[in-house]
Protein backbone atom coordinates (compact mmCIF):
# COMPACT_ATOMS: atom_id res chain seq x y z
CA UNK A 1 0.00 0.00 0.00
CA UNK A 2 2.83 2.62 0.79
CA UNK A 3 4.62 1.91 -2.58
CA UNK A 4 1.47 3.19 -4.59
CA UNK A 5 1.09 6.15 -2.74
CA UNK A 6 5.24 6.41 -2.66
CA UNK A 7 4.37 6.39 -7.22
CA UNK A 8 1.49 8.38 -6.94
CA UNK A 9 3.39 11.13 -4.95
CA UNK A 10 6.20 10.99 -6.83
CA UNK A 11 4.30 11.10 -10.34
CA UNK A 12 2.87 14.62 -9.44
CA UNK A 13 6.24 15.47 -8.12
CA UNK A 14 8.30 14.87 -10.97
CA UNK A 15 6.82 14.56 -14.14
CA UNK A 16 5.08 17.95 -14.04
CA UNK A 17 8.27 20.16 -13.21
CA UNK A 18 10.17 17.40 -15.79
CA UNK A 19 7.95 18.13 -18.78
CA UNK A 20 8.01 22.27 -17.88
CA UNK A 21 11.35 21.79 -17.78
CA UNK A 22 11.91 20.19 -21.18
CA UNK A 23 9.09 21.69 -23.03
CA UNK A 24 11.20 25.22 -22.19
CA UNK A 25 14.18 23.75 -24.14
CA UNK A 26 16.29 23.02 -20.83
CA UNK A 27 17.46 20.23 -18.76
CA UNK A 28 16.01 18.89 -15.18
CA UNK A 29 17.41 17.90 -12.07
CA UNK A 30 15.26 16.28 -9.59
CA UNK A 31 15.83 16.32 -6.06
CA UNK A 32 13.77 13.65 -3.95
CA UNK A 33 13.92 12.92 -0.21
CA UNK A 34 15.35 9.41 0.72
CA UNK A 35 11.80 8.50 1.43
CA UNK A 36 11.08 8.30 -2.38
CA UNK A 37 14.42 7.88 -4.02
CA UNK A 38 13.10 4.04 -5.67
CA UNK A 39 9.58 5.66 -7.06
CA UNK A 40 11.46 8.95 -8.06
CA UNK A 41 14.34 6.71 -9.97
CA UNK A 42 11.66 4.68 -11.26
CA UNK A 43 9.57 7.81 -12.99
CA UNK A 44 12.88 9.25 -14.29
CA UNK A 45 14.04 6.24 -16.08
CA UNK A 46 10.44 6.19 -17.80
CA UNK A 47 10.86 9.37 -18.90
CA UNK A 48 14.55 9.06 -20.05
CA UNK A 49 13.51 6.22 -22.52
CA UNK A 50 11.04 8.10 -23.72
CA UNK A 51 13.17 11.25 -24.12
CA UNK A 52 15.13 8.21 -25.95
CA UNK A 53 12.96 7.12 -28.51
CA UNK A 54 11.77 10.58 -29.18
CA UNK A 55 15.43 10.95 -30.39
CA UNK A 56 16.42 13.22 -27.32
CA UNK A 57 19.43 12.90 -25.15
CA UNK A 58 18.11 11.09 -22.29
CA UNK A 59 20.53 12.70 -19.70
CA UNK A 60 18.66 15.63 -20.24
CA UNK A 61 17.17 14.68 -16.64
CA UNK A 62 19.06 14.21 -13.78
CA UNK A 63 18.24 12.92 -10.18
CA UNK A 64 20.07 14.55 -6.92
CA UNK A 65 18.78 12.25 -3.65
CA UNK A 66 18.62 14.45 -0.39
CA UNK A 67 19.72 12.34 2.42
CA UNK A 68 20.04 13.34 6.02
Known amino acids: FYMLI ?3 LALHNVFSPVMAAIFAGNGCVV ?18 ECLRICGQDPELVQVSICAL
Not at 34 to 41: A, D, L
Open 6 to 8: DLL
Open 31 to 48: KCSENVVWSTQWYVSAIK
